[in-house]
Each structure stands twice: as C-alpha cells, then as structure tokens.
C-alpha cells in the first residue's frame, strides 16, 4: 500500500512563493498535485511521468513547476506569484496503473492519494 505524505503548505502574500513536498512509501509511475477550494471541486494542478514529461493547468503555466526526485521518492510542487485564488487543500496523488493517463490531470486516474497540505494566498 503506497503512503503519500505532503508538507510545504502555509500562508502566504500575493506575488510569493511556496514550495510543496510529497514524500512517496515507494516507486510510482506517474504522480500529481490536486486542489481543492471550499466548495469547490477538486481539480488537477500539474503531473509528472516517470520519463520527466509534464502536464500543467492552464492556470498555473508559467507559474508552477512540479519535479520529481526519484532517489528520495519526493515529489515537490514550487509556486511562484502565488494569486488569493490559488488558496486551496493541495493533495498529491500517484498512478501505478501502466496505463495511466496522467497528463490528463483526472482524479479518477489516481489511485492513490495523501491527506492534502493547506496553502493560503493573501491579498
């Protein structure tokens, strides 16, 4: 059973940065940030294969970069002018299926799933 276990998150200015870690129980083939506001649903933020290749929302591009390192089974979400609408619960997900479609950013690609790290964006 795949543990995933995210930190990084906080509060933090309009225009700053944050970075989020995910720390993986084992090897996984494709992993991903989600978030979720209140009352919202939840929505796919970026995803990384196992060969690097990414998939990013359209509303991050340019200002978030999700890597990988594989020798510490870390994955890391860095967040740059960071925005009050990027306030959410961030999740890390992973994909063990060999047929994942990751870069689709769909939760239901996912089968495994953190407890989610809080970030806050302030005005």
């Known amino acids: 059973q795949l543990q995933l276990v995210e930190s990084g998150g906080g509060s933090g200015q309009a225009g700053g940065s944050l970075r989020l870690s995910c720390l993986a129980s084992?090897?996984?083939?494709?992993m991903g940030w989600f978030r979720q506001a209140p009352g919202k649903e939840r929505w796919g933020v970026a995803s990384?294969?196992?060969?690097?290749?990414?998939s990013y929302a359209d509303s991050v591009k340019g200002r978030f970069i999700i890597t990988i390192d594989n020798t510490k089974y870390t994955l890391y979400l860095q967040m740059i002018s960071l925005k009050p609408e990027d306030t959410a619960m961030y999740y890390c997900?992973?994909?063990?299926?060999?047929?994942?479609?990751?870069?689709?950013?769909?939760?239901?690609?996912?089968?495994?799933w953190g407890k989610g790290t809080q970030v806050t964006v302030s005005s």
């Open positions: 990384i294969d196992n060969d690097l290749s990414t």
């Open positions: 084992g090897y996984t083939f494709s």
């Open positions: 997900a992973a994909c063990t299926e060999v047929d994942c479609r990751w870069w689709q950013l769909r939760d239901h690609e996912y089968n495994y």
